[in-house]
């Protein structure tokens, strides 16, 4: 077999009772799934680091210079090439930073002809840079003398020391906290920024452009419920016309029992070395599924990730009827491709020791092994979903089968060996479709799921 679970009727009807538990909802955050990262877990300079070490393949010298942070910078923003070249006095086009440089300059962040690519940087270039790369600067020139005087008091300096534009920016990056007050012993008159106040300066960049991780929060925050299930409640069925003409074919033509549709805009980002996703349907599962982690001792940063479930609803079942939890849609045979409301929740751990946790976990309070079977979490299923990006002992490698239109995408999970023929099955539907195929590693229970086990 390869798809992602088939939720039972029942498993789904439950939902519409688990939307009101605790206390019902706390309000509907316009934010509340894309939310930036808590404020009460300042994110450390090593954090940032791993970010860009495993996502871009940045790291960053003690000794660093304004040429090497250049760069880094422009790797992290993925900047594209500039359209029109751009004459500096001190970088030729054949020199490495050109194309960064350049780049740089067409989106303001560099100002200056003459970049210093080779001198130390200084904390307050670093801080300046970061100020326009974030989209901050117009800000940073509305600041009138005495606002930015205050601003600068925190780090001891005054606004004559720098001229008006470089003290505006300062004081804007102080202000928005762009430049943690942890740094501020760094802000000195020629000071060399380290290589820590730099891994910070672009991972605040990134999270001010929306480029860093995106989650609700931790496990162990107070209002992580409330924000679970405003995500839950504000999410809908998804839907893309252009990318369900192939997938639902597949469906109808037995190339996959199933599919899963996604929207990356939700996706957390997280380090995959530290990350593994959990997939499920009912809402109060997954705030008890927190709750578990919390009583285990793990922490870990939390993102909602809406997806919608597509399989065949047979004809024999009965009428499907009409929920907000699915829609159905009939097909030529007389059954019908029933398209449900789930979600996926990825979980960022603080290490490696606790993503290994997870997997005894689930196993002894969120794996069904018996009918009525007591003290399981609410909804367990019999063959629960959780994944990882990377190797982990005990899981099982299989592949994702991938196609995407924009920001949506559709997903079909398989045997490896199976992969094949899932990838030719979607193009015979549809030649000019892009098909990504890639391996990653599965709890053992949804393993057999795939071999065909329905317990």
Do not use: C
Not at 159 to 184: M, V
Not at 411 to 438: C, H, M, W
């Amino acid at each position: 077999m390869n798809a992602l679970s088939l939720p039972s009727r029942k498993l789904l009807i439950s939902t519409i009772v688990a939307a009101t538990i605790a206390g019902g909802y706390q309000g509907l955050a316009a934010s509340a799934y894309a939310a930036a990262p808590a404020a009460s877990h300042d994110v450390q300079a090593s954090e940032y680091a791993l970010f860009l070490k495993d996502k871009f393949a940045v790291t960053l010298s003690a000794g660093i210079t304004k040429g090497e942070f250049l760069s880094a910078l422009a790797d992290a923003l993925s900047v594209q090439p500039a359209e029109k070249p751009h004459v500096f006095s001190d970088l030729s086009p054949t020199d490495p930073l050109y194309a960064d440089a350049a780049a740089l300059y067409a989106l303001g962040v560099i100002t200056s002809d003459a970049v210093g690519g080779k001198q130390r940087l200084t904390a307050i270039n670093a801080v300046q840079i970061a100020v326009k790369a974030a989209g901050l600067k117009e800000l940073a020139y509305t600041y009138p003398a005495s606002k930015t005087a205050a601003a600068l008091s925190k780090v001891k300096l005054k606004p004559a020391a720098l001229g008006t534009a470089a003290s505006q920016e300062l004081a804007a990056a102080i202000d928005t906290g762009l430049l943690p007050a942890s740094y501020y012993s760094e802000i000195k008159l020629k000071g060399a920024a380290s290589r820590e106040l730099s891994e910070v300066l672009i991972g605040q960049t990134l999270s001010v452009q929306g480029l860093y991780k995106h989650y609700l929060g931790y496990a162990s925050d107070a209002d992580i419920y409330a924000k679970v299930q405003d995500a839950f409640a504000q999410s809908d069925i998804i839907q893309s016309p252009e990318l369900q003409a192939v997938v639902d074919k597949a469906l109808e033509s037995n190339i996959v029992t199933g599919y899963n549709l996604k929207d990356s805009r939700y996706e957390a980002n997280f380090i995959d070395s530290l990350s593994l996703v959990y997939g499920h349907s009912d809402l109060k599962h997954s705030l008890q599924l927190i709750g578990l982690l919390r009583s285990e001792g793990i922490d870990a940063k939390i993102q909602f990730e809406p997806k919608t479930s597509a399989f065949i609803y047979l004809k024999e079942w009965g009428e499907p009827g009409v929920s907000d939890l699915y829609t159905v849609k009939q097909i030529a045979n007389g059954n019908y491709i029933e398209y449900a409301k789930e979600y996926d929740l990825a979980f960022e751990f603080a290490n490696a020791a606790d993503k290994a946790k997870f997997d005894g976990i689930i196993a002894a309070y969120a794996k069904k092994n018996e009918d009525n079977q007591p003290n399981l979490l609410y909804g367990s299923w019999w063959q629960p979903l959780y994944w990882s990006l990377t190797e982990l002992p005990g899981y099982k490698k299989i592949t994702n089968n991938k196609i995407q239109h924009g920001h949506y995408y559709a997903q079909s999970f398989s045997l490896t060996n199976s992969s094949a023929s899932v990838v030719s099955g979607f193009r015979e539907i549809d030649p000019s479709v892009k098909v990504e195929s890639y391996d990653f590693w599965t709890d053992v229970p949804f393993y057999n799921y795939l071999n065909g086990e329905s317990k």
